[in-house]
């Protein structure tokens, strides 16, 4: 039986400007952290990866976590993504006040591709963190 979603996996090119951004920015927290070595089985055999080589984090955000990772072995392929492409091509986090959130990011780093946008019973906006990974910033009224 499926309980919900445990966590949501981003790739990030240097695992110490990612905890920056996720826990100083959007205000994660460290949950716990990890160094994954090449002669690690078991993580080689759950990953399909033998031999792979990378730093971790898990964070705790409220009704989420999210899980950084900084592989060295294999060396990673760009594969961010458009809004339009299969996969996962973004992540959404729920906000209280979108114009506020949206001020404090652009401050922060966060590209936007415009203003945040009034659907009436909700306000969303794309952006991208410093990686080019796109973040949804939604507004529920």
């Known amino acids: 039986m499926i309980k ?27 949950e716990w952290r990890s160094e994954v070595s090449a002669d690690n089985e078991k993580a080689g055999a759950a990953v399909g990866l033998p031999g792979f080589e990378a730093r971790m984090a898990m964070l705790r955000g409220p009704d989420i976590r999210i899980e950084l990772w900084q592989y060295t072995n ?5 594969r961010r993504s458009d809004p339009a492409d299969l996969g996962y091509p973004h992540m959404a986090l729920a906000v209280t ?3 506020a959130e ?6 922060a780093g966060m590209t936007f591709v415009g203003a945040p946008v009034n659907f009436g019973t909700q306000k969303a906006i794309y ?8 973040i949804e910033l939604l507004e529920e009224s």
């Not at 445990?6 to 951004?21: K, M, T, W, Y």
């Not at 294999?74 to 760009?78: M, V």
């Not at 952006?127 to 796109?134: E, M, S, T, V, Y």
């Open 97 to 99: 006040n979108i114009e």
């Open 4 to 30: 919900g979603i445990h966590h949501i996996a981003i790739g990030v090119p240097d695992i110490e400007a990612g905890l920056a951004f996720y826990c100083d920015v959007l205000g994660f927290s460290v």
């Open 74 to 78: 294999p060396r990673p392929r760009d």
């Open 102 to 107: 949206y001020d404090r990011l652009s401050g």
């Open 127 to 134: 952006g991208r963190d410093p990686f080019g990974n796109i």
